[in-house]
């Protein structure tokens, strides 16, 4: 059975910074790209960054380039989020997702970690 969960979410003030994880199990951590999704209030589910299956490739959106930094440990099955300089337009429900090898068809999902930014 497959399973990602998210942790690292919370309330902070605009200009700080929070670290998210996702740990994965029960899947072949290093054959998926690993990407994190975020979806606001009354919005849809929008792209905020991916890497590949070994690491060496990142994308992330304008929105976020500068300021969110995506990155994996193979060996602890763990996708990461850092973000820093958060504005209020970040908060949402954040999402890891697994895409098998080279594919944009993510197939698995977590439950989502909050993130709040008051201003």
């Known amino acids: 059975q497959v399973q990602l969960v998210e942790s690292g979410g919370g309330l902070v003030q605009a200009g700080a910074s929070l670290r998210l994880s996702c740990a994965a199990s029960?899947?072949?951590?290093?054959?998926?790209?690993m990407g994190w999704f975020r979806q606001a209030p009354g919005k849809e589910r929008a792209f905020v960054a991916s890497?590949?299956?070994?690491?060496?490739?990142?994308y992330s959106t304008d929105s976020t380039k500068g300021r969110f930094t995506i990155s994996r440990d193979n060996a602890k099955k763990t996708v990461y989020l850092q973000m820093n300089s958060l504005k209020p337009e970040d908060t949402a429900v954040y999402y890891c997702?697994?895409?098998?090898?080279?594919?944009?068809?993510?197939?698995?999902w977590g439950q989502g970690t909050q993130v709040t930014v008051s201003s």
């Open positions: 997702g697994a895409a098998l090898l080279t594919t944009t068809q993510y197939m698995y």
């Open positions: 890497i590949s299956v070994s690491g060496g490739t990142a």
């Open positions: 029960g899947l072949t951590f290093h054959t998926y790209t």
